[in-house]
């Protein structure tokens, strides 16, 4: 396999304006997820950015972006838009789609994700989940979770269903986090579809490849990325930095 790791970004967040820019102890977040992703080692990393602000800050950092259509309607349209500049011969037939709000994303999230893709055939689309970190994950509806077959080790299982909804029993409920690996000709089956019946009821992107006949793997990862969509969250990524120094 050839990976890519392709960072879609724009400024237009509604929960917190001009996140990609947001100062975390003196780097735009934008910068700090483009050097975890660097630091994988798994493949070229570039940013699809919807706004030129953003461009100009990753060049700045030594980094490569690629400006796209600020009007594509999601961050999966982006990756294909940036993908057919940076790769037009079809040179990387995974593509990592990886979300600009996750300032310190582990490289074992990007590679456990590739391993899935090289170990599974069947897998068109791979991610990752965690164990339920508390009870209020179940019913929380910004906490995605999704339904598995799991494998005997535990340690990854194909995707069955992803919901808002509550779950419940005696089983592990899965935590979904927004980092996908696609085979190439996933993505664009997958981008040229229009959104699915499912997809528009949970709003989940990822039901329309399910709709579409893809299978989605998933790996359990140990260590919870963080994400940021509002200004607490920001708080705790820079309250996090500081522990980093320390």
Known sequence: MNPIVIIPARLAATRLPNKPLADIEGLPMIVRVLRQAQAAGIGPVAVAAGDSEIVRVVEAAGGRAVLTDPDLPSGSDRLVAALGELDPDGRHDVIINLQGDMPFVEASALT?????????????????????????????????????????????????????????GDAPVWHHHGIYAYRREALLRFTAAPPSPLE??????????????????????????????????????????????G
Request: net charge neutral; proline share 6%; glycine share 4%.
């Open 112 to 168: 456990d994700c590739a391993a899935l893709l090289a170990r599974e055939p069947g897998c068109d689309v791979a991610t990752i989940v965690e164990a339920e970190t508390s009870p209020a994950v179940r019913t929380n509806p910004d906490m995605v979770k999704a339904v598995l077959a799991m494998q005997p080790d535990g340690r990854s299982g194909r995707a069955l269903y992803f919901t808002r909804s509550a779950l419940y």
């Open 200 to 245: 528009k009821r949970e709003k989940l992107e990822q039901l329309r490849a399910m709709e579409l006949g893809m299978t989605i793997w998933a790996a359990v990862v140990d260590a919870t990325p963080i994400s940021v969509d509002n200004p607490a969250d920001l708080e705790r990524a820079r309250a996090f930095a500081r522990s980093l120094k």
